[in-house]
């Protein structure tokens, strides 16, 4: 195991599981969606603590940040969404949660304000595999 799966495990194993986030889809989803693609790149090497991290895109402060691993994981698990759901998020951040819940829900609409996180939040998801 290389040193970001190690962490990516750590992260689950040691944040996210401890919170009762207890279903076997969100603790999956938390393996095969790559956090550290979302993270803004000076600060990629908080991808996988447990600490809110700022969204500051491109040295603009958005005044956003992620929220840490456990609270995204409790927040994706609480609402039990299933497949063939529809799910508005409002507040895109950095597309993080949204990939989250996409994993889960059949279609996933997601509103930002902000235009410099709009972009960011679209090559984030677009890496991912994941259209508009």
Do not use: Y
Request: with cysteine; aromatic share 6%; charged share 25%.
């Amino acid at each position: 195991m290389n040193a970001l799966e190690q962490a990516r495990f750590n992260m689950v194993e040691q944040q996210i599981r401890p919170w009762r986030v207890l279903d076997h889809a969100v603790l999956a989803a938390h393996f095969h969606i790559r956090r550290e693609e979302f993270v803004p790149p000076a600060m990629v090497n908080l991808a996988f603590s447990d600490v809110e991290i700022p969204l500051i895109i491109n040295g603009k402060d958005s005044g956003q940040c992620m929220l840490c691993p456990r609270v995204d994981a409790r927040m994706v698990q609480a609402p039990e969404i299933r497949r063939g759901e529809h799910v508005l998020e409002i507040g895109t951040g950095s597309g993080w949660m949204a990939a989250l819940l996409a994993d889960r829900a059949l279609r996933v609409v997601s509103l930002e304000i902000d235009p410099h996180l709009v972009k960011f939040a679209k090559d984030n998801l677009a890496r991912q595999g994941l259209s508009q």
